[in-house]
Nanobody, 116 residues
Framework: QVQLVESGGGLVQPGGSLRLSCAAS????????MNWYRQAPGNQRELVAA????????SYADSVKGRFTISRDNAQNTVYLQMNSLKPEDTAVYYC?????????WGQGTQVTVSS
């Protein structure tokens, strides 16, 4: 079954850290570029970070640059998002997304809430 399963979200205080994981299955993970998106209530889904299929190239939204790090482990079919110095405006549901030779449905997302 082709799927993405996000995990690692939760409630964290401002300034704290979380590490999100996205486990992929049912497709050739190493051939896909991977992205992390987020969607806050009332907002459109926005691209947060992206990583190329081999992991050699990454990019970030200006709002998270210097605080978030995307990485991947192709042996474990997993992409990660390390989030540091979290702010209340980072509160959202976070989704991973696969771009490559085939359609991969969105996962269910993982909720991140930054609040004191």
């Amino acid at each position: 079954q082709v799927q993405l399963v996000e995990s690692g979200g939760g409630l964290v205080q401002p300034g704290g850290s979380l590490r999100l994981s996205c486990a992929a299955s049912g497709f050739r993970f190493s051939r896909f570029d991977m992205n992390w998106y987020r969607q806050a209530p009332g907002n459109q889904r926005e691209l947060v970070a992206a990583i190329s299929s081999a992991g050699g190239s990454t990019s970030y939204a200006d709002s998270v640059k210097g605080r978030f790090t995307i990485s991947r482990d192709n042996a474990q079919n997993t992409v990660y998002l390390q989030m540091n110095s979290l702010k209340p405006e980072d509160t959202a549901v976070y989704y991973c997304n696969a771009i490559g030779p085939g359609r991969v449905p969105w996962g269910q997302g993982t909720q991140v809430t930054v609040s004191s």
